[in-house]
């Protein structure tokens, strides 16, 4: 069998072809400079003639001719490429959860990498002070985030959480040396009438202690965020603060009512003199009270008094008797226990000498109170 005749390739000259396209590159980037030289002066050109222009219509008055603006600048990515920008763009940062488990531990770790180095080089953060970059982000995290993506992000992040940990521990500690816990265990204290000293110790213990479930003790503080709520003052120190407040004088019965009576006829109890009492009083409902819930009945500035007194068995003792003094101009809440104000109080019957006492000198004091003015709060 008679043998094929060999065929005659032509080899691809690749030596050439290298050459031609180093040479073709070398003219491209010659030509794109050259063109990039060009577009300078153009740019530089029109803006002269807008200067020229601008001042053509000043000095001849005309209106202003319609300006030369070079073409807009394509916005470029700043640090990605455009091409990584769009890639990005499909598979965005999503918040994790069950639904969406969002992007691999390396692709996050490497954009808060890009991140963290894009934000330091615009805040100008340096090796040697780089918290320009943390105050930068969080200021654009405050201003740019909405409310309910840092709900749902920091909700579930444990750093936040041991972040407001600390700050919700510094405002309670804070909170519970304020004068508002001093002012709200009083309110506590003599809420409904006086509490006492069992029932606000137990108060105390159920506002902000709860069984420990893990039976190391009997109880353990109430947490939220894994710090404890802030407590009412402890009954000892409320003591103390309440016996510092200023409340006016207070008189013996024993000491200044039962002086000429017999050993078997004097007994013990507090009362308050109506005259220094009373313009007290007024300065506090003036104080506490707008001027709409006071009723001055025609009379303004006059305050109308009810006074009166009862006895009945309290505590150990088989009888005492107490006064209380109220303003009716206080309308519907002189109905209530916590608007009628003590001024006498003893262990004796309302029949007592030393009440009989009481009463002959408040009822001479009523009628010096009839006939003076007092100047209260300058009014």
């Known amino acids: 069998m008679a043998r094929r005749k060999a065929k005659l390739y032509s080899r691809f000259d690749v030596a050439t072809y290298m050459q031609e396209k180093k040479r073709l590159k070398k003219e491209t980037a010659l030509a794109h400079k050259t063109l990039a030289k060009k577009k300078s002066k153009l740019d530089r050109l029109i803006y002269r003639i807008e200067e020229v222009s601008e001042e053509t219509q000043i000095v001849s008055g005309d209106p202003q001719p319609e300006l030369l603006t070079p073409p807009a600048k394509k916005k470029k990515t700043t640090f990605l490429s455009e091409k990584n920008a769009k890639a990005r763009c499909g598979n965005p940062t999503v918040l994790s959860s069950n639904d969406k488990p969002g992007l691999s531990a390396q692709a996050m770790a490497r954009r808060r990498t890009e991140t963290f180095d894009a934000a330091s080089k615009i805040h100008g953060a340096t090796p040697e002070n780089p918290l320009p970059t943390s105050v930068g982000l969080l200021d654009t995290v405050e201003k740019k985030c909405s409310q309910e993506v840092l709900v749902k992000f920091m909700s579930t992040s444990k750093k936040f959480k041991n972040v407001f940990s600390v700050i919700f521990k510094t405002a309670s500690d804070n909170f519970e040396q ?8 009083i ?3 003599y809420s409904k009438g006086v509490m006492g000293k069992r029932k606000y110790r137990s108060t105390y213990r159920c506002l902000s202690m709860m069984r420990n479930p893990n039976g190391k003790s009997k109880t353990t503080r109430i947490k939220v965020l894994s710090n404890p709520l802030p407590r009412l003052l402890p009954y000892n120190k409320l003591a103390s603060m309440l016996n510092e407040i200023e409340i006016g004088t207070l008189y013996s019965v024993r000491d200044t009512l039962c002086d000429d009576l017999e050993c078997g006829e004097k007994v013990d109890g507090c009362y308050r003199k109506l005259i220094e009492f009373l313009p007290r009083l007024a300065l506090f409902y003036l104080s506490a009270l707008p001027a709409s819930d006071i009723d001055w009945f025609n009379e303004p500035y006059t305050f109308q008094v009810a006074i009166g007194g009862d006895g009945a068995p309290f505590g150990k003792f088989d009888q005492s008797c107490a006064w209380l003094v109220s303003f009716l101009n206080i309308g519907h809440k002189i109905l209530s226990s916590e ?22 000198m408040i009822t001479k004091e009523i009628e010096d109170i009839e006939k003076a003015s007092f100047n209260i709060n300058n009014m």
């Not at 304020?178 to 265990?185: D, E, M, P, V, W």
């Not at 608007?339 to 006498?344: A, K, V």
């Open 187 to 189: 309110a506590v204290y």
């Open 178 to 185: 304020s004068q508002a816990n001093k002012l709200r265990s």
């Open 339 to 360: 608007e009628n104000f003590l001024i006498f109080g003893s262990n004796c019957s309302e029949t007592s000498p030393a009440v009989a006492k009481y009463i002959s």
